[in-house]
């Protein structure tokens, strides 16, 4: 077992607890947590700081790992040790985002894809018979035109970004649970993101 310092960049709701994703501090390289079990969410105890907290963005965590348990493209996937509470070490400064964000080509994107749009999303999936060609699941990335959807889908209301990057254009469903907390109780609307002013 080794203690791995991440910076938390994503907490989205997975099955009955979370999918938890972070960069390593001293490398930049994405770390995501699972479970022992077969579906792999972290559970509400299983991230509680030893502060007593859940952890949540931005935050800066030890976490106890024992193997890198790879699952197909998501390569960044390492198992933790659950007999241990995760060490809280500080706070990320957000204006240094943009010193660790990544710069691929596009987002697991295929020419000429035919099967890559749900109903409701546009560049939002991976044809199964092609997923073990992609080597990373998690980006950090500054897109451009960002806007959030508030909208009813198959009569219940949900979140989705709507972005432009690298000239493609993505419409993603978002599951990220500050943003589902502060949103979902609002009427359908649509929000503009603008990147602030250097």
Not at 158 to 169: D, E, Q, S, V
Request: glycine content about 4%; aromatic content about 12%; overall charge negative.
């Amino acid at each position: 077992m080794k203690w791995i310092e991440i910076i938390c960049l994503a907490k989205s709701r997975k099955m009955q607890g979370y999918c938890i994703a972070g960069k390593r501090v001293q490398s930049n390289i994405w770390i995501r947590p699972i479970s022992p079990r077969e579906t792999e969410e972290i559970s509400e105890i299983e991230c509680r700081l030893n502060t007593g907290k859940e952890i949540e963005i931005l935050d800066i965590v030890k976490v106890p790992l024992t193997k890198h348990k790879p699952n197909k493209f998501q390569t960044e996937n390492y198992l933790i040790d659950n007999v241990y509470n995760w060490q809280y070490i500080g706070k990320f400064n957000y204006e240094n985002l943009e010193k660790i964000c990544d710069f691929p080509e596009n987002l697991w994107l295929i020419d000429d894809c035919l099967d890559c749009s749900s109903s409701y999303g546009i560049n939002d999936r991976i044809p199964e018979n092609i997923v073990d060609s992609f080597d990373k699941s998690l980006y950090l990335i500054t897109p451009d035109c960002l806007k959030i959807f508030i909208k009813t889908e198959y009569d219940k209301k949900r979140l989705r970004a709507a972005f432009c990057y690298n000239g493609t254009n993505y419409i993603l469903s978002i599951t990220d649970v500050f943003l589902e907390q502060y949103l979902l109780n609002r009427d359908e609307s649509i929000y503009e993101i603008k990147k602030p002013k250097n």
